[in-house]
């Protein structure tokens, strides 16, 4: 039975899943959902399996027709053939009761390696069937950016044009986008923040004249598919740690609440889980709802955790529609609130609803540079700022006999100067990277203006794009 798929804001058409692969964002302006959740078939916990037929067996009912198994199977193999460790997503144990799941261990050495190696082959082998080409335009706070282009490079049927905010990367982050040579990929540095870059994404697939001249399409942390590769790892740790009978409480590192959502999701499906805690940095308006049951945007503070900078996490409207059964007038009501006035509130029974599944707190910059700092000296092991974060929190809200699984989202070398400025040990670069510095940047510099942005992707086109 295949899955189909409904919007959050309840005012679209249901579609199946190539569409939604190919669409993003519902045409009301919302979220796709899949209308039934598919259950977990207890063997995916109980009897060890590959990564890649672990993925292959939970991400089946969601694909339904549009994929036959066999070439569901041979596109997560190909998939994850680059990652530097056979087990994907390997766990490391971290304190009794504390265990750390890398998901670092794909080409640009972060956890958005995970789902965009499996969505950029996914786009590929669907534009291929329906003879199509996109041009993919996309919004990253650093780490995103650069897995697309590389999930995507040297693709005939994708050109991709990423923003990203100058001078808020950090250099690793940058030089990851602009020093591919592939004549498909484009980095854009917009002077802006993270949010404004998002916004000018939003007004180009708002400008139709544009979008179809350039067949837009997205893949940033709302479209779908990501999500659903993203469940895999979940079902993963509780059948490594053999863990399917009792709870386990999963911590996540969070910025557009795409990660923790895909770990609802797994819940959702029938996953033992306990509860998840969501670690946040300065940047909190995700721990601020939880406290208090009330949405409230504040300006974006940089951090040593620049992937969690964010203060509109796009992915919320998908729990905020199940918070409110499943209402999409509703959704779409609270949303438009908190657009015009920058708030919306939760009911009390919606607020309870949330904590009984969500607990949350912030760690700042000083903590995050002792918790790394404490990590090295007691397990000599490096860890990225993100992770820290996802530690912090795990280590002051674990209970008694709770078993929690922290979620590593970066490589430290990522983020080597906050690393190097909390223990004086400089992570070092993988191998495939060891270059990164010597190699030729390439890359425009943009106002935070709409009509320069799209002037620039006009000229891409006329260009022959490279
Ligand atoms: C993107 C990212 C996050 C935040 O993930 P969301 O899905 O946006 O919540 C955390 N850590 C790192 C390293 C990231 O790249």
Same mark, same amino acid.
Not at 23 to 35: C, E, H, K
Not at 149 to 162: H, K, L, N, T, Y
Not at 255 to 277: C, E, I, K, P, T
Not at 349 to 364: P, V, Y
């Given at each position: ?26 045409? #009301? ?5 899949? *209308?039934?959740?598919? *259950? ?42 680059? &990652?530097d ?17 890398e998901?670092f261990h794909?080409?640009?050495l972060a ?6 190696? %499996? ?28 897995? !697309? ?21 950090t250099e690793v982050q ?60 979940? %079902? ?13 409480? &999963? ?40 406290? *208090? ?11 040593l ?30 949303? !438009? ?27 700042? #910059?000083?903590?995050?540079l !002792?918790?790394i700092s404490?990590v090295y000296?007691?397990h000599g092991m490096l860890v990225d700022p993100h992770t820290a974060?996802?530690?912090?929190? !795990? ?13 590593a989202?970066a490589h430290p070398a990522k983020f080597g100067d906050a690393v190097e400025q909390a223990t004086g040990v400089r992570p070092e670069l993988p191998p495939?990277l060891a270059?990164i510095f ?29």
């Amino acid at each position: 039975m295949a899955v189909r798929y409904g919007s959050s804001r309840g005012r679209a058409p249901e579609l199946g899943f190539a569409d939604v692969l190919l669409t993003g964002l519902a045409p #009301d302006g919302g979220l796709f959902l899949p *209308t039934d959740w598919p *259950t977990l078939p207890a063997h995916t916990v109980s009897t060890s399996s590959s990564y890649v037929d672990l993925a292959a067996e939970v991400i089946q009912p969601f694909v339904g027709g549009a994929l036959s198994r066999v070439d569901l199977q041979s596109i997560l193999e190909d998939a994850y053939a680059s &990652f530097d460790h056979p087990d994907v997503c390997p766990l490391v144990q971290l304190d009794d009761g504390h265990h750390l799941m890398e998901l670092f261990h794909g080409p640009t050495l972060a956890f958005k390696d995970i789902a965009l190696q %499996v969505v950029g082959r996914l786009f590929d082998h669907e534009l291929k069937c329906r003879r199509q080409r996109v041009m993919i335009v996309g919004a990253t706070s650093g780490d995103t950016g650069s897995a !697309a282009m590389e999930a995507v490079r040297g693709s005939e049927q994708v050109d991709i044009v990423v923003l990203f905010p100058h001078g808020r990367t950090t250099e690793v982050q940058r030089r990851q986008m602009t020093t591919l040579k592939d004549p498909n990929v484009h980095a854009v540095a917009v002077q802006g923040t993270f949010d404004d870059c998002q916004d000018l994404v939003k007004a180009m697939f708002g400008d139709e004249p544009f979008r179809e001249r350039h067949s837009l399409a997205a893949v940033n942390s709302i479209n779908w598919a990501r999500v659903m590769v993203q469940i895999v790892y979940y %079902v993963w740790a509780v059948q490594r740690l053999g863990r399917g009978v009792q709870a386990t409480t &999963f911590c996540v590192p969070t910025g557009n609440f795409g990660n923790v959502f895909s770990g609802h999701v797994a819940a959702r499906m029938g996953l033992n889980v306990d509860r998840f805690l969501i670690a946040s940095n300065r940047n909190d308006i995700l721990s601020r709802l939880i406290e *208090t049951g009330e949405m409230r945007a504040e300006e974006v503070v940089p951090t040593l955790s620049p992937s969690m900078d964010i203060q509109i996490s796009s992915n919320l409207e998908r729990l905020l529609y199940e918070l409110l059964d499943g209402n999409g007038a509703a959704t779409a009501e609270l949303i !438009a609130g908190f657009r015009d006035h920058g708030r919306a509130a939760l009911t009390p029974a919606q607020h309870q609803r949330l904590t009984a599944a969500f607990s949350g707190d912030r760690i700042d #910059d000083s903590e995050t540079l !002792a918790i790394i700092s404490e990590v090295y000296d007691s397990h000599g092991m490096l860890v990225d700022p993100h992770t820290a974060v996802g530690i912090g929190v !795990a280590q002051r809200h674990r209970r008694a006999g709770e078993h929690v699984v922290s979620l590593a989202t970066a490589h430290p070398a990522k983020f080597g100067d906050a690393v190097e400025q909390a223990t004086g040990v400089r992570p070092e670069l993988p191998p495939h990277l060891a270059d990164i510095f010597d190699s030729r940047e390439d890359y425009a510099v943009l106002p935070n203006d709409l009509a320069t942005v799209e002037a620039f992707i006009d000229g891409l086109s006329v260009r022959g794009l490279g």
